[in-house]
């Protein structure tokens, strides 16, 4: 008894469209993308659609567009270059070599977020509890009533005054500045107006009795006022060496000169 006969199987491997089964034959024969051997690539690919026509494919018209189009490049590579200027010839494969790259970049980001999400398919979440606002609380049967309350009253008395007493919050939002930039200005023209040079550190009196933290205060404002009046040009400021005393010049008045306006 002869054998029985087996069809023959021929697997084609499915793509995704022309660029897929183009970058499938650079792969398999190992080409570089940026220098195409155009009659090979266009020899093996119209053979795949051959094959598939064998086998009752239905061939879509993206794959027959660009066998055509490789078809066109490898006409154009047969005959001689156009020159556009003395030094550059237009290369006919060079549209192709940029739409298969940008292929090739769109085609790594896919089988990156492919292999993310079969990654995270594994994953399993616990899906979030109900939350009940409802709290039952059981009260003894044995508790007097009037105790209950008295307790209620008693931890209201004390509550109260909490919530009521605003008078530390209040004091800060009511504390007067006792320091301004303006009125630090005008002691400062003042004591120059009597001498022409004075110390920075004269300025200041970090031990104002009955005023805590004054001092720190004082010291800040001043020295805002004092670059206030540099930059308004009214005086200058010089340091012999780091860590020394600032000497403060003051500075002659230009008449024919606007002065400054300074507020707060």
Request: overall charge negative; aromatic content about 8%; some cysteine.
């Amino acid at each position: 008894m002869g054998e029985p006969n087996h069809p023959c199987v021929l697997k084609i491997p499915d793509f995704e469209g022309p660029f897929d089964l183009l970058f499938h034959l650079f792969e398999k024969n190992k080409i570089n993308i940026q220098d195409i051997p155009i009659g090979l690539i266009t020899d093996q690919y119209i053979q795949y659609l051959k094959d598939m026509a064998k086998m009752d494919m239905e061939i879509a018209s993206g794959f027959l567009v660009m066998a055509s189009t490789l078809l066109h490049i490898k006409s154009r590579m047969l005959l001689p270059k156009i020159e556009v200027d003395d030094t550059e010839k237009i290369d006919p494969r060079e549209e192709l070599v940029r739409r298969l790259t940008e292929y090739r970049k769109f085609k790594e980001v896919s089988e990156t977020l492919r292999s993310r999400e079969e990654e995270w398919a594994r994953v399993v979440y616990k899906a979030a509890e109900p939350f009940s606002r409802e709290h039952r609380v059981e009260i003894p049967m044995d508790l007097d009533p009037v105790l209950l309350q008295d307790s209620a009253r008693r931890v209201f008395a004390a509550y109260v005054p909490c919530i009521e007493d605003t008078t530390p919050k209040m004091s800060m939002i009511l504390q007067k500045e006792r320091f301004s930039i303006k009125s630090k200005i005008e002691e400062i023209l003042g004591l120059l107006k009597k001498k022409l040079r004075m110390v920075l550190k004269d300025l200041f009196h970090p031990d104002r009795a009955g005023e805590p933290g004054a001092g720190r205060e004082e010291m800040v404002t001043g020295f805002a006022a004092v670059l206030e009046l540099c930059r308004a040009g009214r005086l200058k400021i010089t340091q012999e060496a780091p860590f020394s005393d600032i000497i403060i010049y003051r500075k002659e008045e230009n008449h024919g000169s606007k002065k400054a306006d300074f507020h707060d």
